[in-house]
């Protein structure tokens, strides 16, 4: 079954730290442009990091404070965030699209081919 698989999220602390990975299952993620989106409750979903053949993209929101990093020997792609904000409380999902289709030149924005199952990441003291 091709899939991509997210890892848990959890509760954290304003300030603090955490690291999501999205692994693929039953295919490379070697020739795929990789998103990290999130929705929050009553938010529409939003892009905010993406890895595609050409290059990397932070939405403005969390640039600084996420960076997206990819292993492919492990076929995982990773977030990391740091000082993390109340307002990064949401679902986060990973998608792949194949490289050179709009989902990779448009950073991650389009139809993508794969989507994780979403995980769960909540800031709060």
């Known amino acids: 079954q091709l899939q991509l698989v997210e890892s848990r999220g959890g509760l954290v602390q304003p300030g603090g730290s955490l690291r999501l990975s999205c692994k693929g299952s039953?295919?490379?993620?070697?020739?795929?442009?990789i998103g990290w989106f999130r929705q929050a409750p009553g938010k529409e979903r939003e892009g905010v990091s993406c890895?595609?053949?050409?290059?990397?993209y932070y939405a403005d929101s969390v640039k600084g404070r996420f960076t997206i990093s990819r292993d492919n020997a492990k076929n995982t792609v990773y977030l990391q965030m740091n000082s993390l904000k109340p307002e990064d409380t949401a679902v986060y999902y990973c998608?792949?699209?194949?490289?050179?289709?709009?989902?990779?030149?448009?950073?991650?924005?389009?139809?993508?081919?794969?989507w994780g199952q979403g995980t769960q990441v909540t800031v709060s003291s």
């Open positions: 890895i595609s053949s050409r290059s990397t």
């Open positions: 998608a792949a699209g194949l490289y050179y289709t709009r989902f990779d030149y448009n950073d991650c924005r389009g139809n993508a081919t794969y």
């Open positions: 039953g295919f490379t993620l070697d020739y795929y442009a």
